[in-house]
């Protein structure tokens, strides 16, 4: 597990064991999302105002419920301020993905977006499952082919073959060759050596450790003990100290991965995130550790 050539939050490379388990074939879909939804009643993070407690000296005029919706920048050039192409946008959730459209049938099969760790913990708990830990998650992804740099081996499109959906052209414009910007229907895809889908690219994935800038190495003898902290204070964000909001592992990139600004549609890539945070791009999948198969 691990990886030492992309990004040093990767490393380092370890060996992980992990008990047996059963991983959903294919990300959580509006469809099944739905089928939650309607049984239970639930209202994801994205349909409720934020608390303003939890965001000390927000504008209040943000503390509105919504979700972060990303939006191709107009203006060619070189752009690297991520609040360039994304905006928080009024209304946004899994139901209406760009906070004024409903969705489509044809949406229906696309992986849910717009989640919070709690929504997808709460969709879990409903169906049975629970959501993967980062080495349950890390171990499927790479489908039996441990040390690769993608789920299918060292090229990322080998032989010219497009392996996942992941953003195509100069990242963050819409230069991109006619190819649709968002979500695709789970399946559309090559499978991996598991038989798992997506695993790579479409959306990332929440999973239930808490963010640490490095994994952890041996433990040293020689090491001065620091202050012991909870894995969730010690995940929370030093840029923004006067939130005190945990962070999750996500993994396995998304439909804006691109070689020129995030290479993180691999195994190994992983990237924080608050637990209250819902994107346009952000999904998940569950794990069961009885004979439960993937859906």
């Known amino acids: 597990m691990g990886e030492t050539r992309f ?55 943000m503390l509105v419920a919504g979700s972060l919706v990303f939006k191709a920048p107009r203006n060619a050039g070189e752009m690297r301020f991520w609040g360039d192409w994304w905006h928080y946008v009024p209304d946004a959730c899994w139901h209406r993905p760009d906070g004024t459209t409903a969705l489509t049938d044809a949406q229906l099969d696309h992986p849910v977006v717009h989640v919070s760790f709690n929504d997808a913990s709460a969709f879990a708990d409903w169906a049975g499952k629970r959501l993967p830990t980062e080495a349950e998650w890390e171990f499927a992804a790479r489908g039996g082919l441990p040390g690769a740099a993608y789920s299918w081996g060292e090229e990322f499109e080998p032989d010219g073959q497009v392996m996942a959906n992941t953003w195509n052209g100069h990242f963050p414009m819409a230069d991109i060759g006619g190819k649709q910007v968002g979500t695709s229907p789970v399946k ?74 995030c290479r993180r549609y691999r195994p190994a890539a992983r990237q924080p995130e608050m637990v209250d945070s819902a994107t346009s791009h952000l999904g998940f999948r569950c794990v069961a550790h009885t004979d439960r198969r993937s859906q």
Request: contains cysteine; charged residues 20%; proline residues 12%.
């Open 7 to 61: 990004y040093p939050e990767e490393g380092p490379v370890r060996d992980v064991t992990v008990d047996d388990f059963f991983i959903d074939a294919v990300p959580v879909t509006n469809r099944q999302f739905s089928r939650f939804v309607d049984d239970t009643g639930y209202m994801t993070t994205a349909e409720v105002p934020p608390d303003p407690a939890a965001y000390p000296g927000a504008d209040p005029a």
């Open 188 to 261: 559309s895809y090559p499978e991996n050596g598991y038989g798992l889908f997506d695993m790579i690219g479409n959306v990332w994935e929440w999973t239930a450790d808490y963010w640490a800038e490095r994994h952890p190495s041996a433990p040293s003898c020689c090491k001065p003990s620091a202050p012991q902290r909870s894995a969730a204070e010690a995940s929370f964000d030093p840029m923004q100290p006067n939130i005190k909001i945990a962070r999750k592992v996500l993994k396995g990139g998304s439909h804006l991965c691109a070689p020129s600004y």
